[in-house]
């Protein structure tokens, strides 16, 4: 009988147990992510010891070593940061279109979001010259824009047909394809410089962050949060398959387009400025469904985290093997996120995610 | 009488397909009720407009007021599920309208409890995925009693077990309507396990309802005749008392021969 109780006792610390592993998961993703942020802020053409950066980062940008202080506040830390923003606004936005469209090679992407957003940068690399407006605002308004036509575009399918994972992919293939070809027309156009232009802002790198780039991708992560969070169980119950869910009383179709909105403005927020850059939307909810499974609550945070750990990391890399010329993080992320995507595919054993 | 659950003249259609109509039965609280009736005749179109997925004509009320998801357990027709979660975690979404950023050591009992009552508290932790059909099945049905419904409908929900988890499970359902007087409609093919364990059958026909009440009223070799096409007969154990249905042949001329081309 004592046994017995002990086998249930045992079987019933599973679950705080499991939630406590993840918790941890979390946990050293977060310390990892702050180790690697130091590491790029100490990264760069003009190299700078730890020490050094620890110093500046007491003394504020206010502080007496105006050359350090003017390195690590002006030039580096708006990269860093805006590696960890764009990194965690892909990581939840590619964790969640994954959920909501069912689908493992679902990415922040899919439905077309980073060709519209190439569309809206390359029109505005052509035409904002016309314009009264400095090149370094009209490029990611016009991105930004883009993608929410996108967006309004493949949400008008959505609704007239409804929200069903086919009807979301094959109208995000299409809006994907319209907005490719007419992008490629622009640079068929194009003069060779300004060709040189969109193909430089395709490739997608920190390089561009600003302070300004900085507040405004962050207030739009911000300004999502609390919608993402809202939904994290609605999300996981989505994961029993529509009719399950629908029966447990969710409004399924209500759930697939917020979370649909969401996606959008976390990619433009994470396009707009710095260009497109992939794999990191499709590997991060990979990984950390390795770490946490798929209960939302754990899912989502880590995501975030680690998409933030994986571009900050491709940051580093990307100064480290050539610190003359970095090169852009959108190469890095591509690159390296072949081998990681078959780690992923390779460590689902049989029984897959779940610890 | 207002209690209980009361359809009255429903009918169901898909653009211009009628699938029900003129649908009439009552059935009190505190029972199993078994709807039968042969594939594709509207079994699942009648459960999904009792839980208010599907529009409906006529009138559908529960313990007189339209049905509410709140009381409501509905377990559709079962399909495989791939999620990474865990058992343990599948059943706590059964309360996912209650549960906020840390489960309550309430919630996470009760859970524990009815995997217990199915005897695969073993699983709790296995991933979801992982599982057989049979096992899939059991959980979501655990999901559904943990919402604690007042009126629990189950399309096919025994398709996929084995005879003793069939049995297992008539007997929680038993148990649960006898402690919270909930009233349970079970979607089934197996007249047999329909007849040993459910209070009150609904015989539907393509287009509509062939009859409803005790089993041995409704059901009768007639009735399966014109209904399922099969020649039967309806007995009575003599050991248990209840009523058993040996199944016989399908009737005469209504099976042609498979031509296999040359």
């Given at each position: 009988m004592t046994i017995a109780i002990r086998k249930v006792d045992f079987v019933r610390g599973d679950y705080?147990?499991?939630?406590?592993?993840?918790?941890?998961?979390?946990?050293?993703s977060v310390l990892a992510l702050i180790a690697l942020m130091l590491l790029d802020l100490t990264t760069g053409p003009s190299g700078m010891p730890l020490n050094d950066v620890l110093k500046g980062l007491i003394a504020g940008p206010a502080g007496e070593d105006r050359m350090t202080a003017t390195i690590l506040w002006q030039l580096r830390m708006p990269q860093t940061v805006m590696g960890l923003v764009v990194g965690a606004c892909l990581g939840l936005a590619g964790l969640q279109m994954q959920t909501i469209l069912d689908n493992p090679l679902a990415s922040p992407f899919t439905l077309g979001f980073s060709a519209a957003a190439g569309f809206g940068a390359a029109l505005a690399i052509m035409f904002g010259g016309a314009l009264a407006i400095p090149d370094y605002f009209v490029v990611p308004i016009s991105a930004f824009a883009m993608t929410l036509v996108a967006c309004g575009l493949v949400y008008l399918i959505a609704t007239l047909r409804g929200a069903s994972p086919?009807?979301?992919?094959?109208?995000?293939?299409?809006?994907?394809?319209?907005?490719?070809s007419i992008q490629s027309l622009l640079q068929f156009l194009a003069s060779p410089e300004v060709l040189q232009q969109i193909v430089f802002w395709l490739f997608g790198s920190l390089l561009k962050a600003t302070w300004t780039s900085v507040s405004v991708s962050g207030a739009i992560l911000l300004f999502c949060l609390p919608f993402v969070a809202r939904?994290?169980?609605?999300?996981?119950?989505?994961?029993?398959?529509?009719?399950?869910?629908?029966?447990?009383g969710l409004s399924v179709e209500k759930v697939r387009r917020e979370t649909f909105l969401l996606v959008a403005l976390l990619t433009a927020a994470a396009v707009s400025f710095v260009g497109t850059i992939g794999f990191v939307g499709l590997i991060a909810p990979h990984v950390c469904r390795l770490i946490a499974g798929e209960d939302h609550r754990f899912a989502l945070p880590l995501s975030a985290v680690i998409g933030a750990v994986i571009l900050v990391g491709a940051s580093v890399f990307g100064k480290f093997i050539s610190p003359a010329a970095v090169i852009p993080v959108g190469i890095v992320t591509a690159i390296a996120g072949i081998p990681m995507l078959f780690a992923v595919i390779l460590s689902r054993g049989a029984e897959g995610g779940v610890k | 009488m207002s209690e209980g659950l009361i359809f009255d003249r429903v009918g169901v259609q898909f653009g211009s397909r009628i699938v029900l109509s003129d649908v009439e039965a009552q059935f009190a609280p505190g029972q199993i009720i078994g709807l039968v009736g042969p594939n594709g005749c509207g079994k699942s179109s009648l459960l999904g407009a009792v839980a208010g997925?599907?529009?409906?004509?006529?009138?559908?009320?529960?313990?007189?007021?339209?049905?509410?998801?709140?009381?409501?357990?509905?377990?559709?027709?079962?399909?495989?599920?791939?999620?990474?979660?865990?058992?343990?975690?599948?059943?706590?979404?059964g309360r996912h309208e209650q549960l906020g950023w840390r489960v309550s050591a309430d919630v996470l009992e009760a859970a524990y409890g009815i995997l217990g009552s199915f005897g695969i508290e073993d699983l709790a932790s296995r991933p979801i995925h992982a599982l057989s059909g049979g096992q899939q099945q059991l959980v979501l049905l655990a999901q559904r009693l943990l919402r604690a419904p007042r009126?629990?409908?189950?399309?096919?929900?025994?398709?996929?077990?084995?005879?003793?988890?069939?049995l297992r499970v008539f007997e929680i359902l038993r148990a649960y309507v006898e402690r919270t007087g909930a009233l349970v409609m079970i979607a089934i093919h197996d007249l047999n396990l329909a007849a040993r364990h459910a209070d009150g059958i609904m015989l539907l026909r393509n287009g509509g309802l062939a009859g409803s009440g005790r089993f041995d009223d409704v059901v009768t070799p007639q009735v399966l005749r014109s209904v399922y096409g099969v020649e039967a007969e309806v007995l009575t154990s003599c050991r248990t008392g209840s009523v058993i249905v040996p199944l016989a042949r399908v009737r005469e001329g209504s099976v042609a021969p498979i031509r296999l081309s040359p």
């Open positions: 705080r147990r499991a939630s406590r592993y993840r918790q941890l998961g979390l946990a050293l086919e009807i979301l992919v094959l109208g995000g293939i299409a809006v994907s394809f319209f907005f490719q939904n994290c169980w609605a999300l996981t119950v989505l994961k029993l398959g529509d009719g399950n869910a629908r029966s447990l | 997925l599907l529009s409906h004509r006529g009138e559908i009320t529960f313990n007189g007021r339209g049905v509410d998801a709140q009381n409501l357990g509905y377990m559709p027709q079962h399909s495989q599920i791939r999620a990474s979660l865990s058992v343990l975690e599948v059943v706590l979404l009126l629990l409908l189950l399309d096919e929900a025994t398709s996929a077990l084995d005879l003793a988890h069939q």
